[in-house]
């Protein structure tokens, strides 16, 4: 068994000179303090039996997404796993249509038949949740190969947990685009964690970005636990890849402070308690808006006020997918095949026989 | 007889087998430190330790390959997929490998390796994470298949998968594991492969089934029987070898069959069965043969439309009802 390396996450300190950009950065935190809020209103609703299936939160986790799809511009896209809600409130969907998801409602963006893990729209470039760990990679490829086939300036960005950087689908995926020079950001989410097995004991090389050597694919390690390292890290890449110099690996360092899943507690078998609470010093939002005061950019008020708006979005959330209906029976042979039924013979289980 | 669950069944056939033979040892995702994502592996890496007990990274086709090369030369793994929807990443070692090499190298290499894990549907998890795969396994020669549907089976059968020489899937119904039942104590109680069994005895119709689905039989049965309905229920059990003989007696006997399975339809177990039965059985047939199947279409997330694409108790009883011309 590979020994237990040594912390290799520095404690959060945002980077950069914020106060160039006061808008982006209040825009930023307050994303992530809506992607928190959101996912608390989640778990309620999940405790009371509103939301079923697998749902797994992202929080602590905030940064990433925040500060990697704030870098993207217009017409780039994003696609990632089932750890999923941030990334599609990031990319601008409506709060209504990911919470109606959860409960399995008709006003879904996947009208009911995705739920948490698989989540999509198509307006907002937002190429959705995957639920087979390391099967999105080459399907981001596959975007990556679009974009440049039609000779556009856009930019694919792609997430996995660090556990999915194991799976061949991800070496396969690495080697075509660098040989290819494609317009693809690979972000690692590397929370430390597939399930209960710590990286240390699932992998051999513990530094990911030195995968990508392999693949002469450049690489960069990113704090995970700052939305300004996010930012700027994903920024240098996705401007190489809109100039044409091919993809980058990008490993973000971060941490869970919740179970896998709604089913799985925060602490006990694989990890103690205190190493969850001493990774929770260094939360995200606290320290970034610790460091936005300092910097005279948002006041405690202001971020008062900030916060109560979005636990309200998210209420407001909650409620519209609590008074949205059920999809209707019928709905369960749409949207299989792209064509219509014309003949009535495409589906075999005769069951409207 | 001690009444324990599926999951302590199995864990108690895994146990007794590694006990048994050094060579059997224990390997995918989640099986040690995690004690199982399904616990069914609870406490063995305390017991056998971690040679015998391995966690793995999250490469199926990496862990499956290396348990086949292993069993090749000697061991007798068990590998476990968390759950056999992502078997189908390992799929090419088990199908171009395990399951060919024995004929492939003229019967040099015996390939004595055990997947097991969870199958099918289990409380909206949507398409990626509900299918019952059992007929695509089925599909390739070379292969055994065997389907518990009780604690008992689940021993019994599982414990007959490791001692075999062949690869052997065993699929374990994920809303299973909390199910009780009576289950031999004794180390060398196993079920053979190719035995199905009736799990209930009638006389005017057979449910042919497999799985977890001898439950929803079963259930059918019961309701039937307050219409005056004696439905048979034939627990398949091993699909791998198939229990002929014993299809071709229940049909003998009542003339009639609804065959039931959780996966779908199309090149699925009961399409097999059924054309097994018009092909040597016909003239006992007094009705056209039905099934209930899954819906044809990916597992929905929603609660409504995943109950209206499962098969249910409601269906069953329906389609009895049409072979009896009620
Ligand atoms: C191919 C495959 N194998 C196993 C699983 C079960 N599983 C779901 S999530 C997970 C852990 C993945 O960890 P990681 O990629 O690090 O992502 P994280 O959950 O930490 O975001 C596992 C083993 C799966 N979904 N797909």
Not at chain 1, 11 to 31: I, K, T, V, Y
Not at chain 1, 318 to 340: H, I, M
Not at chain 2, 26 to 46: P, Q, T
Not at chain 2, 260 to 277: D, K, Q
């Amino acid at each position: 068994m590979a020994k237990k390396k040594a912390d290799p996450m520095p404690a959060a300190q945002p980077s950069g000179d914020a106060s160039a950009q006061r808008d982006d950065n209040r825009e930023m935190l307050r994303s992530m303090l809506l992607q928190r809020r959101f996912e608390e209103r989640t778990a309620e609703a999940y405790a009371i039996g509103k939301i079923g299936g697998f749902c797994h939160l992202y929080i602590g986790q905030e940064a990433v997404a925040t500060g990697a799809i704030h870098a993207l511009q217009q017409g780039d896209y994003v696609m990632t796993a089932y750890r999923e809600h941030a990334h599609a409130l990031q990319c601008g969907m409506d709060p209504g249509s990911i919470m109606a998801e959860l409960y399995g409602k008709a006003t879904g963006c996947s009208k009911g038949k995705g739920g948490s893990m698989h989540m999509f729209s198509a307006e907002r470039n937002y190429l959705g949740g995957h639920g087979i760990v390391g099967g999105q990679i080459p399907l981001a490829l596959g975007v990556a190969w679009k974009i440049k086939y039609r000779g556009e300036q856009r930019v694919m960005q792609v997430y996995m947990g660090e556990a999915a950087v194991n799976q061949g689908a991800f070496h396969e995926s690495l080697n075509m685009a660098a040989l290819w020079k494609l317009p693809l950001v690979l972000i690692v989410e590397n929370n430390r964690f597939g399930m209960g097995t710590a990286w240390e004991r699932a992998s051999s090389l513990y530094d990911i970005a030195q995968k990508a050597s392999a693949y002469a694919m450049p690489s960069a390690v990113a704090d995970g636990m700052d939305p300004l390292d996010m930012y700027r890290v994903t920024k240098e890449a996705a401007d190489r890849a809109r100039s044409g110099e091919g993809p980058t690996l990008i490993e973000a360092r971060t941490y869970r402070f919740v179970g896998h899943s709604m089913s799985d507690p925060v602490s006990g078998v694989y990890r103690t308690k205190e190493d969850v609470e001493r990774e929770k010093l260094k939360d995200p939002i606290r320290i970034y808006a610790d460091f936005l005061a300092k910097q005279g950019i948002l006041s405690q008020e202001e971020l008062e006020k900030m916060d109560a708006e979005v636990r309200e979005i998210s209420e407001k959330a909650a409620q519209f997918a609590e008074d949205s209906p059920d999809p209707e029976v019928g709905e369960l042979y749409k949207d299989v095949y792209a064509q219509e039924d014309v003949n009535g013979r495409l589906y075999f289980d005769m069951r409207n026989r | 007889m001690a009444v324990i669950t599926y999951r302590e069944a199995l864990n108690q056939a895994l146990a007794e087998e590694m006990e048994r033979d050094p060579d059997v040892f224990l390997m995918g995702e989640e099986v040690g430190v995690y004690n199982g994502a399904y616990k069914v592996s609870k406490g063995l890496l305390d017991r056998f330790g971690e040679m015998r007990v391995v966690d793995t990274p999250i490469t199926e086709l990496g862990f499956t390959g290396l348990g086949v090369g292993a069993a090749m030369t000697g061991l007798r793994p068990v590998i476990e997929f968390m759950t056999y929807n992502f078997s189908l990443l390992a799929l090419d070692q088990v199908v171009h490998s395990a399951a060919k090499l024995l004929s492939m190298s003229g019967g040099q290499f015996k390939i004595p390796i055990t997947f097991r894990g969870p199958t099918g549907a289990a409380l909206q998890l949507a398409a990626q994470h509900s299918q019952a795969l059992e007929a695509m396994y089925a599909h390739f020669p070379g292969m055994k298949i065997v389907v518990p549907g009780t604690p008992a089976d689940a021993k019994g059968l599982l414990k007959a998968a490791i001692r075999d020489d062949d690869p052997v899937a065993v699929f374990e119904g994920e809303m299973l594991y909390n199910l009780k039942g009576e289950v031999p104590e004794d180390d060398d109680f196993v079920i053979p492969l190719g035995v199905a069994e009736v799990k209930r005895e009638g006389r005017d119709v057979s449910i042919i089934t497999h799985g977890k689905m001898v439950h929803v039989a079963l259930q059918a049965a019961a309701q039937l029987e307050k219409d005056g309905v004696s439905a048979e229920v034939l627990d398949l059990r091993s699909l791998r070898p198939l229990d002929v003989d014993a299809i071709l007696a229940t049909v003998a006997k009542t003339n009639r069959v609804v065959l039931v399975e959780e996966g779908w339809a199309f090149g699925g177990i009961t399409a097999t069965v059924a054309a097994l039965i018009q092909e040597e059985a016909f003239d006992h047939l007094d009705a056209p043969i039905l099934r209930v199947t899954q819906a044809d279409v990916p597992m929905p997330y929603a609660k409504g439309l995943e109950k209206a694409a499962k098969p249910s108790v409601e269906l069953v009883v329906e389609k009895v009802n049409r072979v009896l011309y009620r």
